[in-house]
């Protein structure tokens, strides 16, 4: 998938991603920054990402390191609008192939 595909970053939060994040098939990278550098800590896809990204903020988020990570306040979001569940799964396989992201372990 070619980086012009990717939305800007936005910062995660609730209001942000009620905001920016569309209610559409995509892959999402959930990121944070540090020494000026940005970094992926989770790659997720889903047929609703704002839906999904709003229950990455909820407290009962199965996932212990996403919300960690969520609770140090220094977090955003970015996505891809990718239709088909086939294509969202190669992304999403590609990306953390390529980023490595510590939630995905």
Do not use: K
Not at 13 to 32: I, K, Q, S
Not at 36 to 52: C, D, I, M, P
């Amino acid at each position: 998938m070619s980086s012009n595909s990717w939305s800007q970053m936005y910062r995660y939060t609730d209001a942000e991603v009620r905001r920016c994040a569309p209610a559409a098939g995509g892959v999402y990278r959930l990121l944070y920054t540090q020494n000026g550098s940005t970094h992926a800590f989770y790659v997720g896809q889903s047929n609703n990402l704002a839906e999904r990204l709003l229950a990455h903020l909820s407290s009962a988020d199965l996932n212990a390191c996403i919300r960690r990570q969520v609770q140090t306040g220094n977090c955003y979001f970015d996505f891809a609008r990718v239709s088909t569940e086939a294509a969202r799964q190669q992304v999403e396989a590609e990306e953390i192939a390529r980023l490595r992201p510590t939630c995905n372990a």
